[in-house]
């Protein structure tokens, strides 16, 4: 038997075929899952359902801007009336104003602090509290984050301010939802190249540093991701909750 054999997850985050979410969503289908998507906006809706459908034409696929709740609660109800349950939720969504991702931080306007907060930090907090009491059997959320939470990253302002956030907000949401069996953990991912990625000043020269200095002297890739992806939703994690598991080539150890 597949390690998620009979599991029920929601990806949120497919862009295209380069995303996290997509790699996460194939390790975790490989593996037995059966899975629905959401996506932000007709723009990206034909995108997700030709990724989709390589798991059946019957995939369950949503529109859900994470910064609407109607939207949000829309695509609980028709997971409740589809599914009935689910165990498994990736959070793999983040957004920042391009202007805030380049320059000082310092000159965070208070508008890109807030849609940066809200769209990849209360999100998850939304979401959680949504997909909770479907969760009947328990369950695992994943959110993915980023170095640049605990240690200055240039470029990465606000993003890293909202990704800080996000992890303590996932501990917290570790010791509410730990008495229903509902694990919450992030993986904070090596640099990868992706459409969100491409929109960091310098990203290009963050993926030669990775690689120039990390343990490994590689950069990560996206199977990886997939894989620990796969443990954190697996019964192998059945303790592990609240954590953030770096998953970067090891560069999170380096002091220099
Ligand atoms: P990606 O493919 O561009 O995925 C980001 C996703 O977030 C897109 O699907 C995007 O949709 C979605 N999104 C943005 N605003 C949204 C909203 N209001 N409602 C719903 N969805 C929204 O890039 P990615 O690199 O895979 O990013 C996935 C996650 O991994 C993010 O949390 C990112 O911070 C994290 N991460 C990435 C790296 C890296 O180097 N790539 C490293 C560590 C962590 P739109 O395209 O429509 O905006």
Known sequence: MSLLTGKLGIVFGVANKRSIAWAIAQAWAKEGARLAFTYQGER???NVEELAATFGSDTLILPCDV???EEIAAVFKTVGEKFGKLHLLLHSVAFAPREALEGEFINTSRDAFRIAHDVSAYSLVALA???APLMTEGGSILAMTYYGSEK???HYNVMGVAKAALEASARYLAYDLGPKKIRVNCISAGPVNTLAARGIA???D???HYEA???LRRNVLP???GATGVFLASDGAAAITGQVIYVDSGYQIMGM
Request: glycine content about 4%; proline content about 8%.
């Open 44 to 46: 990206l809706k034909e």
């Open 67 to 69: 910064t609407r709740d």
């Open 129 to 131: 509290r949504a997909a």
């Open 152 to 154: 200055v990253v240039p």
């Open 202 to 204: 310098g990203f290009t």
């Open 206 to 208: 963050m993926l030669k």
């Open 213 to 215: 200095h990390a343990p």
């Open 223 to 225: 199977d990886e991701l």
